[in-house]
């Protein structure tokens, strides 16, 4: 082999073999209001309030669920599998609610925002399902 002056550059990305799950352990002062009579604590900005899960995970499995139809199943296999998070259907299922209720003035604020505009379109492009078009 004779070696030639020209080169090329080749990118290559890859998921890491082992992908650890990150375990954050928060330390909250909680203090108490003379007003309002009640314990009050600081928020934690990793989660939503009383989840155990992070945004992270609560967002792929999200995604994974509703986004690509994976069954619950599914999506705590994959979490279980390949990603080390091992959770159960239950906590998925509040997690996903909790994340519902977090999202639901957007999702109000958007349908009154489409609903009061003065155009909507829609694709109504055909799709084929064994052979008829829909």
């Known amino acids: 082999m004779q070696r030639c002056e020209r080169t090329r550059t080749r990118i290559v990305e890859d998921i890491p073999e082992q992908i650890t799950p990150v375990v954050t352990e928060h330390t909250l002062h909680r203090d ?3 007003h309002c009579k009640k314990h009050v604590e600081p928020v934690v900005p990793d989660a939503m309030p009383s989840a155990t899960l992070g945004h992270h995970v609560v967002a792929l499995s ?3 669920h509703y986004g690509l139809g994976l069954s619950v199943g599914q999506a705590r ?3 279980g599998s390949t990603l080390s998070t091992e959770v159960t ?7 996903w609610s909790r994340m519902a209720e977090a999202l639901r003035p957007w999702y109000e604020q958007l349908g009154h925002e489409l609903r009061s505009t003065a155009c909507l ?3 109504e492009t055909g799709w084929r399902v064994d052979g008829t078009t829909h």
């Open 32 to 34: 108490y209001c003379k």
């Open 62 to 64: 999200s995604w994974f």
């Open 77 to 79: 296999e994959i979490l």
């Open 121 to 123: 379109h829609a694709d």
């Open 89 to 95: 259907a239950g906590g998925l299922m509040s997690a």
